[in-house]
């Protein structure tokens, strides 16, 4: 193993321990995606949900569960992304655009929008194994204004407005809206739940955050490179600029 510049007997003693720990975590987390990979078959689909999807020219167009498979590819990662923002959210708004006139509670959530940033620059290189896209009960023309506002150019954007996919996946409680991530398979004409990220509902440890996608999260895991961490009062926002 490497020795870095000035450091400490104590510190690499200590450094050492901790690196057998990462080891053994990665032990571990290779262990949880060999059994996900084994998990049997899930539910049929119930039905082929109809999403909507704006157009550039600000027309909308119908498109079904089923068609967001690309030819040669099996699995699909639907992220639900609450838009509406959860009622309990107080955190600002987006400061200038159209969806900065939206009430608050109409709005999106800062949280979603943070992970959907990094989605963005992801897609491109899932694309040729899998698909992925965001769904979301705001109407899909709000939903394209939103995404040009921010400057995505990957993630495709859904509307699942009166449809029952997020109730029926996790992504609707007592009409609030969760962040949760969810994965089908398609084999033949046939469409399964595969998984979805759970623990979202799962009792938090005392002193610790909730993780559901935290895999998947770049900024929170660089975070936890750090000797600060995440920090106690730190949350995603719009933007993070003094005014």
Not at 110 to 135: K, M, Q, R, W, Y
Not at 157 to 162: E, F, I, Q, V
Request: proline content about 9%; glycine content about 10%; hydrophobic content about 35%.
């Amino acid at each position: 193993m490497p020795t870095f510049p000035g450091e400490s007997a104590e510190y690499r003693a200590a450094r050492d321990d901790l690196l057998r720990q990462e080891i053994a975590l990665r032990r571990q987390m290779e262990a949880v995606a060999e059994a996900r990979r084994a998990l049997p078959p899930g539910g049929v689909v119930p039905q082929d949900y109809a999403f909507h999807e704006a157009r550039p020219d600000g027309t909308t167009r119908q498109v079904r569960l089923s068609e967001l498979f690309a030819p040669g590819t099996r699995s699909l990662i639907v992220y639900n992304f609450m838009f509406p923002r959860h009622a309990g959210d107080d955190r600002p708004g987006p400061r200038d655009g159209a969806t900065a006139e939206l009430p608050l509670h109409e709005g999106p959530c800062p949280s979603c929008t943070g992970f959907i940033d990094e989605l963005d620059g992801t897609v491109p290189h899932v694309t040729p194994h899998a698909n992925l896209v965001v769904v979301a009960k705001a109407p899909a023309p709000r939903l394209a204004v939103w995404g040009r506002e921010r400057g995505w150019r990957h993630v495709r954007l859904l509307s699942s407005a009166g449809t029952t996919f997020a109730p029926d996946y996790g992504g609707e409680v007592d009409g609030q809206q969760m962040p949760i991530l969810n994965v089908f398979t398609k084999q033949g004409d046939v469409v399964r739940h595969f998984w979805a990220s759970e623990m979202l509902y799962a009792t938090e440890e005392p002193g610790q955050d909730p993780r559901h996608v935290g895999t998947v999260e770049m900024s929170w895991n660089l975070f936890d490179l750090l000797p600060e961490g995440r920090g106690a009062d730190w949350t995603e926002q719009f933007d993070y600029c003094c005014s």
